[in-house]
């Protein structure tokens, strides 16, 4: 941990986020330490749930795939900044017309925008408008590579619970260990989670069928494994992926029933657990496939706890990439 001191001293400096992949364990510890203050707006008694952090800035909203939780997230966390805020879909976007990402996005800044957030089904198309405008890019998920602020959210959902249950405001995320279950292979999640929880110091193990499941997983500093039972044993946190049932036409496991008895976690399942493990998810759940429904709706899911969470950790990445301000002890 960091003292005092040091803390004082921490200033962020990048222009954009574009990826866990990217950034330092300082870097890291800058936003989880940013967040707990907006969190706080967001729980205010008044009432007032907004700060003029980015009065009289724009932020544009590009998403060029369906969602629905990250898009109204980001949107919030942006309005309780007090931004003026644009959202744009691909299906109406000029790029229907042949216009290039970059012709779009020059279009966009010519309204004098200050942050772009962007979902493309396109590895790299974040990183590669960054290098050539101006804008505050926010990658919000990449193809199959990064979603970087769903693992900023999840470090600190557990880092949240690991200061609560130990009683300890300075408690991270050193020595615990993380499971990451389910569909590997197509999961920008499990890449920036296996980046950003790394790089706090805890271990991860991926678990999901073979075929869902590329050893070159291991090369990023995972361990991978096949068998449930040996990936959760002894896990501190459960972290549950969506099955793409659209992408099932592949024939990548045999079928539902046979991934739900090798891989669902469910009361069953968690006897091989710790007690008090915490079972995580990204949203949204295929109730009964990955994970049961007593489970998810149990006593031990932060399902909802991280969709709280991500609009304070949005809101702190926003705050710290426009004003780069130090960071409060």
């Keep these: 941990m960091t003292t005092a001191t040091e803390n004082e001293q921490r200033v962020w400096t990048r222009k954009d986020l574009i990826g866990l992949e990217d950034l330092s364990r300082d870097e890291l510890e800058m936003i989880l330490?940013?967040?707990?203050?907006?969190?706080?707006?967001?729980?205010?008694?008044?009432?007032?749930?907004?700060?003029?952090?980015?009065?009289?800035?724009?932020?544009?909203?590009w998403f060029y795939e369906p969602s629905t939780r990250t898009r109204t997230s980001f949107e919030l966390a942006a309005k309780r900044l007090s931004a003026d805020t644009l959202t744009m879909?691909?299906?109406?976007?000029?790029?229907?017309?042949?216009?290039?990402?970059?012709?779009?996005?020059?279009?966009?800044?010519?309204?004098?925008t200050d942050i772009v957030v962007i979902r493309h089904s396109a590895a790299g198309a974040p990183r590669i408008l960054a290098e050539r405008h101006s804008s505050h890019i926010i990658n919000a998920g990449d193809g199959a590579h990064e979603h970087p602020t769903q693992g900023l959210l999840d470090a600190f959902t557990i880092r949240q619970h690991v200061r609560r249950t130990r009683d300890d405001p300075q408690?991270?995320?050193?020595?615990?260990?993380?499971?990451?279950?389910?569909d590997i292979a197509h999961s920008r999640v499990a890449r920036s989670n296996v980046w950003g929880l790394t790089k706090l110091g805890a271990s991860v193990v991926l678990c999901g069928p073979r075929t869902l499941l590329p050893g070159a997983f291991s090369k990023l500093g995972a361990d991978v494994t096949s068998d449930?039972?040996?990936?959760?044993?002894?896990?501190d946190v459960i972290y549950l992926l969506r099955i793409q049932l659209e992408r099932q036409g592949k024939c990548l496991f045999p079928s539902i029933r046979e991934y739900i008895r090798l891989f669902r976690i469910d009361n069953e399942s968690l006897k091989a657990a710790k007690k008090d493990v915490l079972i995580m998810h990204p949203g949204p759940i295929n109730r009964d496939?990955?994970?049961?429904t007593e489970?998810?709706?149990?006593?031990?899911?932060?399902?909802?706890?991280?969709?709280t969470n991500g609009v304070a950790v949005r809101m702190a990445v926003m705050h710290l990439l426009v004003n780069k301000p130090r960071v409060a002890v």
């Design 33 to 61: 330490d940013t967040a707990p203050q907006f969190l706080a707006v967001s729980q205010r008694e008044s009432g007032i749930k907004k700060v003029p952090v980015l009065q009289g800035r724009l932020v544009v909203n």
């Design 89 to 112: 879909n691909a299906d109406v976007s000029s790029s229907k017309k042949g216009e290039t990402l970059h012709d779009t996005l020059y279009n966009i800044e010519a309204m004098h």
């Design 171 to 182: 408690a991270g995320l050193d020595g615990l260990r993380v499971a990451i279950i389910g």
């Design 228 to 235: 449930l039972r040996e990936a959760i044993e002894g896990a």
């Design 289 to 292: 496939v990955e994970l049961s």
């Design 295 to 307: 489970v998810a709706d149990g006593p031990r899911n932060v399902i909802l706890e991280q969709v």
